[in-house]
């Protein structure tokens, strides 16, 4: 009976945090929690790379916002920022040409060490243009691990005193719910998904 | 093991309770599964030594032959060693709790499960855990990604390497059990036809009883006497 109970318990666990035996890693689940609207980014207060304020996922009570492609980046980083940085250049081109409203938005996981001047120094290396793409920190330490709790972003050193972070390219519909999360290399995809959600008003 | 020495040992690994060792320990993915949550299940092992006679008597009543604690002990190492389970452990302070003090209650419940079960249970048991240990290993060396947010690549890698070499350890744990067994079953052939039924009445007496009783004077004379009877024509 006791071992009986001992498994029962184990697979009923397992299952749960597994979603039915199908996903085994962290990532795997926020993707699938994601698909499944169940993640939801707070409101954030960022400092932009002009040096205004202003506040991501602002709430419902401020009407529809646009679809946003976001990425967490730090600006010290030469390896794959710089890779999502030109991947964002591409896609900022591509929504100038097909005319959707989809915005882009980098954020720093480093809210300590790129300041404003550090952020402009990055949207120019990858001909950021403001009106398509918005660079921005958090503007405090405590805003940046409220917003990554609350997405699931999870950044830990990379012991050459730069960062690891998971997920690559996260697609949020107009009430700022996380709807699918991209790999690197699927930038044409997350910005499909992206222009479909925003012509279809994304219910 | 004397009772200083294994109070010492307890002294010793409560150390890892203490934030900073425990964050130190955590901070690597190999230091925290292969070196920091086997020595939390050894701490159970120690500290089931330390526990009263009846609570051992009372757990032994509802554990038959050792299989609940058997399986509570396999489904917590196999649980801990999901990525999605150990990273959420780092994560939320309410499975950090769960993973520590399940790791402990499993290291009680093998010391208590292992005098009273079977030989060939304990076989299936810890086979079935080193079978799982090396898988986990090999998948861990092997995947080209990180399973674990919480941890960088290149130690997910050498945390397979000493998955695997623990699933080879209690691998070898258990060819022990199998010849200790076999040894066994040879001397009682060689003894009388009868020593087989003390044995089982060794076992069956220990399933009611203190693992120290089990293999106490009273168990002991009672297969004695058993054997020094004249055999069953």
Redesign the interface.
Known sequence: M??A???A??IA??AH??RGFQ???????RRHDASRLAIIAPPTALETASGQRMLAFPGLASGRAPVQVVDFVYTRCETVCSVLGIEFHQMQEQIRRSRSNVRLLSISVDPVRDGAAELARYGRRHRADAAHWTLARPESVAASTSLHDALGV?V?P??FGGF???GALHVFDGQHRLRAIFDYSQWQEALNHAERLSSAGAP | MTTIARRGAIVLLLAWFIPAARSAAEAHMGVHMVVHLPCIALLGGLVAGELPEWVLSAHAR???LG??SL??AA??L??WM????L??SL?WGGFSLAKYSTLLLSGVALRSAWRRAPPALLMFMLGNLAWMLATAGLLFQQAES???????ADQQEQTGSGLTAWGIVVGAIALGQVIAGARRRDAGAHVAPTAHASHAVEWSGSIFKPPSSACGPKARSAGRRRSAAPPAA
């Open positions: 006791l071992c109970l001992c498994l318990t184990f666990t397992s945090m597994t996903r085994w890693t962290f990532e795997a689940v999870i830990i990379d012991g690891v972070h998971n | 509802h554990d038959f299989t609940a399986t509570f489904a917590v196999s649980f999901i990525p999605v389970a990273d959420a994560l990180r399973l674990c947010v919480s941890y960088l």
